[in-house]
């Protein structure tokens, strides 16, 4: 197993390679470091040698990918592109361009997206997999029609409707939560009541319908008919067995996205004004601040690596055939 | 106790915190009384405990604490905490503003910080040495920090002093010498703080002190001391440092003797070092800034220039103490935020107590703040208004204001309403719900708004949105007459009184020309309007007003252009034109797409050419652009800096200046150097005049609009006046925490029944599904079918 991971970790260095590339040459291919300059430098009284001076501030004085001036390797090696990578896979993120430390922002900004995304996740999963068991359980009867269509009438809503829906019902109406906001410690609940349900209920549609059809193609198997046999409950019959053998396909949905869940959610984030790396990166997004748009899709891109191998370990654990080697 | 001597007392206890939050409602207004047994801290006691009662039966007990929970939740309604409220208990019953901010600044330090959501924060922290006069008009600066307004001397190049009315070509420097109040204090700061032998006590920093530092506030010592003159030419040197790329280093090398000079010195003395290093400016002396004497400092500027003492009321020429400086760059601070581009350093009447730009900003009171007070004098109306009758109070008003970061217009409006934000602007979403527009065209709050005791407060920006012309582009440009008319027609022809009605809401004012309203030098009536693109209609007594000239008119005008029905005369090929704009997405489509219609109107096809902002930058800086629209809005209000912005020698293409649409009139940049230096008075007026009749008749601009700002404050805020150019005035705000907790309980009681609605919906659904299931269960249990259960 550990030469598998060994080898998994240096399969992952050129995706990473590739990410970083990528993002680069899309950051620079809309933006040029003089243009960076002009935003953050506002828009009054800008002169040439202020933009200058800017460049040199934050190293964007190198040429971007290819330095002509230079000899040998430094050709290569003496470029914006790698000034700004190598750090990276260091996990030193530098500072933004407003000059604060991006690894503190988020060590920082990742608890308040965690606190949003992780009761989703453990909510959302166990009320997508009961509602789909149910459905199950009811297959082919007018409760499962009834469930199948609130599923399509729930997907076919945009989120944001249920963001602004959510909002105007139970905060504004009924004055039950805040429309928005967010607080530390205890008082943080009663901020993440709103978004968790509205997070748990955008996702019901989709999610549901999909393990439904997954635990349609276990139900009809002969173990399943064999449990029954046996006289077990249909409700031990669905829970144990037939959600026992339907894991490797819900894990490769669901373990990946476990350490993302610091990433938090753009759009959620944004409207009910959680100060996680969602919004972090919308705003690094509309400032042009390109430092820290590459450390988010940098650490989103490990992360996704990492969430790929907890997949392939929690393999393991729930069918004892899979090996890795 | 007894089991059932425990009921009747929680019974009473539910019942006591019903009563005891109240608010009482009279005539429309809540008079807020709370009971004397009125005691918050009941609505949140904790649940009886099996050892509250050890004689009643746990099942007993369960029910009980079930009972308490719903009658707590329905006690909460009639609490003084809603709880849909955003902030921690208490705090709306204090002295503090709740407002918000939608994008976090960028810098806080005073010789970076150039923009208006900077400002919010900055200027209440820093003391530049003059300020704006909160009342009188037209806007008038005075003494912040400063015994009187600064001295002012003329200077020839041998340096003696010349005549208040020596003309401006002999003046070579002038002096102001400023002579601060003594006395004023800074706001407590760990830079500050000494030890017993009077060393500072955090510099040097020993790495194990700053092992437990994460925050300012983990300095546990602070101290102050009182403001001086060397502070205020210490950050006049920082507009130089290199390292602080300020924006207005290169305005300000223009104007300060000596500044460039300074600037090349600190470049050259920062070259190899790291940036952490603390740069001590004292070593290097400044000509154009030098301290007299412990209260009195000098600053010399270039030639005679009347606009310098308008900078004097930025934060740029706030005092910085070199001891912040020096606290600051000690190792392991920038990592940790504590920069002076975060954590300021004031003498102003608030400093940043929390600064956690991703969630909330808190500025609260400054207790070394100096003696200031609420003007007493104004204009004409202001003590009917009510204006004065705080004249005299010590200020500021407040403990704290609280700007919570909101990004989304939707969640700010909400709360809002339910009184969780003291002030709010009006976005085009929620105009119709707020405002509606009287029959004489006049804005008005809507009935709902009335009734919420909401209050509305309106003033004309001053700033200014223009279409300009790209003055080298070959067809539209020039000084030719052929393009001089057509750019006449097409003034006309973009109609702005139906632009501000369809996209603003009628939040704005047509322009007439390149000065805004409230700025020296604008007319009004019919002295003020444009006469190539406005006819003036009288009223008969003795009044009237301005009406747009009709697009027959403009197609005349294009006719004698050469070209007739918008086709070329001589080539009969049709006359297209290019409006470059940075607006895009479906949202500003209709808005170009007005633009196409109007032009259109003559006949003329307009192509949309519309990019992002580097983009639009980019065309506007090689001269690509042939129609663009831009705005401006004053830094300092002088006529001068806004005519500035058609100054020959400042194009923007070839001197990269604020003259975008490249406009060159060898008359008009003679009168911009003449009127530059003159006091305000007839003189300078009528030359102003002459100016602003030049570029009517060249038209490098269509004149658009200037903004009409429209402020909601709530019936517990104390009106103020609208003051557009001072950022300052959080100090003036008062208001009436005991009535915003009243109104904010009225208006938030929550709302139970789809709770219990909802459960009901959840136990309909499982019902059936649960008899389903023990029915199916029961069925096949038996080889019959017949039910077993």
Request: charged letters at 20%; hydrophobic letters at 45%; aromatic letters at 12%.
């Amino acid at each position: 197993m550990l030469n598998y991971f060994i080898r998994r970790v240096l399969y992952a260095l050129p995706i990473l390679i590739g990410v970083n590339l990528l993002t680069f040459m899309l950051f620079f291919v809309v933006n040029t470091p003089d243009n960076m300059a002009r935003i953050h430098l506002g828009a009054k009284y800008v002169t040439p040698e202020a933009i200058e001076k800017w460049k040199v501030e934050h190293g964007y004085d190198r040429p971007l990918l290819y330095n002509a001036g230079a000899t040998g390797m430094s050709k290569l090696t003496d470029t914006l592109f790698v000034d700004k990578s190598l750090a990276l896979f260091a996990f030193d993120f530098g500072a933004a361009d407003d000059g604060r430390d991006i690894a503190r922002e988020i060590r920082h900004r990742m608890w308040p997206s965690l606190a949003i995304a992780l009761p989703n996740f453990l909510l959302g999963l166990v009320a997508y997999l009961s509602f789909a068991l149910v459905m199950v359980f009811f297959r082919a009867s007018y409760l499962d029609l009834a469930g199948v269509v609130l599923c399509v009438a729930l997907m076919s809503v945009s989120g944001l409707f249920y963001i602004i829906g959510g909002q105007y019902l139970v905060g504004k109406l009924w004055h039950l939560v805040p429309v928005s906001g967010f607080a530390p410690g205890a008082e943080m609940l009663k901020f993440l009541l709103l978004p968790v349900l509205v997070g748990v209920i955008g996702g019901l549609g989709d999610s549901s319908r999909f393990y439904r059809t997954l635990f349609l193609e276990e139900i009809h198997k002969d173990y399943v008919r064999t449990a029954r046999a046996k006289g077990l409950s249909e409700r031990v019959v669905l829970f144990r067995h037939v959600l026992g053998n339907a894991m490797i396909p819900i894990l490769t949905g669901a373990v990946v996205v476990i350490p993302r869940l610091f990433l938090g959610s753009l759009i959620v984030e944004s409207f009910f004004g959680i100060p996680g790396l969602g919004s972090y990166t919308i705003e690094a997004i509309q400032a042009q601040d390109f430092a820290i748009v590459r450390s988010m899709v940098f650490l989103g891109s490990v992360l996704y690596i990492v969430g790929l191998l907890l997949t392939d370990l929690s393999y393991t654990l729930v069918d004892p055939r899979v090996r890795l080697e | 106790m007894s089991a059932s001597g425990g009921g009747v007392a929680w019974s009473r206890r539910i019942a006591g915190m019903a009563r005891s939050c109240r608010g009482i409602v009279r005539g429309g207004t809540v008079a807020w009384e709370p009971a004397p047994t009125c005691d918050p801290r009941a609505c949140r006691r904790s649940l009886p405990t099996h050892g509250d009662c050890p004689e009643l039966p746990l099942h007993c007990l369960a029910m009980r604490r079930l009972w308490f929970l719903f009658a707590s939740l329905l006690t909460l309604a009639a609490c003084e905490e809603p709880v849909n409220s955003p902030y921690p208990p208490g705090e709306a019953g204090r002295a503090v503003l709740f407002s918000a901010f939608s994008e976090r600044p960028k810098h806080l330090d005073p010789a970076r910080s150039y923009s208006e959501t900077e400002a919010v924060f900055t200027q209440q922290i820093y003391e530049p040495p003059l300020q704006y006069h909160y009342l009188k008009r037209p806007y008038t600066l005075e003494p912040l920090t400063t015994v009187g307004m600064p001295v002012v001397t003329y200077r020839d190049a041998s340096g003696n002093a010349l005549p208040e009315l020596a003309p401006a070509e002999d003046i070579v420097y002038t002096e102001y010498e400023i002579r601060l109040r003594p006395g004023i204090r800074y706001q407590p700061h760990p830079a500050f703080a000494r030890d017993a032998a009077g060393q500072p006590r955090y510099v040097p920093l020993a790495e194990q002190d700053l092992a437990q530092v994460e925050r300012l506030e983990d300095f546990r010592e602070t101290g102050s001391r009182e403001l001086v003159a060397a502070d205020y030419v210490y950050q006049i040197k920082r507009l130089a440092n290199p390292r602080l790329n300020s924006p207005i280093f290169g305005l300000m090398s223009e104007y300060i003797v000596g500044l460039e000079d300074l600037g090349k010195r600190l470049q050259e003395a920062v070259a190899g070092l790291p940036q952490s290093t603390y740069l001590d400016l004292d070593r290097f002396p400044l000509e154009g800034a030098e301290v007299i004497d412990t209260y009195r400092y000098l600053i010399r500027v270039r030639g005679k220039n009347l606009q310098f003492l308008y900078w004097l009321a930025m934060p740029f020429f706030a005092p910085v103490p070199a001891e912040a400086e020096r606290f600051y760059s000690q190792p392991g601070m920038a990592e940790r935020n504590l920069t002076l581009d975060w954590q300021p350093v004031g003498t102003g009447a608030f400093y940043l107590a929390i600064n956690d730009p991703n969630r909330r900003m808190v500025l609260r009171r400054n207790p070394n703040y100096h003696p200031d007070f609420y003007p007493d004098a104004g204009e004409a109306g202001d003590a009917e208004a009510g204006l004065l009758a705080d004249a005299g109070k010590p200020l500021p008003f407040l403990d704290e204001a609280i700007y919570m970061l909101e990004r989304e217009s939707v969640p700010y409006w909400t709360k809002f309403l339910q009184g969780y934000y003291d002030m709010s602007g009006i976005s085009s979403d929620t105009f119709d719900q707020a405002v509606r527009i009287a029959p004489d065209g006049q804005p008005d709050l809507s009935d709902d708004m009335r009734a919420r005791g909401i209050g509305l407060a309106t003033a004309i920006d001053t700033s200014l949105w223009y279409v300009g012309f790209n003055m080298r582009d070959p067809v539209i440009g020039g000084d030719t007459e052929r393009a001089r008319l057509l750019r006449q027609a097409v003034s006309i022809a973009l109609n702005y009184e139906q632009f501000v009605s369809i996209f603003l809401n009628g939040r704005g004012i047509p322009a007439q020309g390149p000065i805004p309203s409230g700025i020296f030098g604008y007319r009004d009536g019919e002295a003020g309007i444009n006469p190539v693109v406005y006819r003036w209609q009288a009223d008969g007594q003795g009044g009237g007003r301005a009406v747009r000239r009709s697009i027959d008119e403009a197609a005349a005008l294009l006719a004698q252009a050469g070209y007739p029905n918008g086709r070329d005369a001589t080539t009969g090929e049709p006359l297209t034109l290019y409006f470059d704009t940075m607006a895009s997405g479906p949202d500003a489509r209709s808005r170009l797409d007005w633009y196409r219609k109007q032009i259109e109107a003559l006949g003329v096809q307009l192509i949309i050419r519309d990019t992002d902002y580097n983009r639009f930058q980019d065309k506007m800086r090689k001269g690509n652009a042939q129609i663009f629209e831009w705005g401006w809005n004053a830094d300092y209000p002088d006529p001068e800096n806004f005519l500035f912005l058609l100054y020959g020698p400042n194009q923007k293409v070839e001197r990269n200046g604020e003259n975008a649409a490249n406009y060159v009139n060898a008359e008009f940049d003679q009168l911009v150097l003449r009127m530059k230096n003159m006091e305000n008075g007839p003189e300078r007026q009528e030359v102003i005049d002459r100016m602003v009749d030049l570029v009517r008749h060249d038209a490098p601009w269509v004149f658009a609009y200037s903004p009409k700002s429209f402020t909601l404050r709530h019936g517990w805020v104390t009106p103020g006046k609208p003051n557009l150019m001072a950022r300052n005035l959080l100090k003036y705000r008062r208001l009436d925490p005991a009535a915003r907790v009243a109104y904010q309980a009225r208006w938030n009681r929550p709302v139970l029944w789809p709770l219990a609605l909802g459960a009901l919906v959840v136990f309909g659904a499982l019902l059936p599904a649960v008899l389903a299931y023990r029915k199916r269960q029961c069925a096949a249990a038996t080889p019959s079918g017949d039910s077993a259960c």
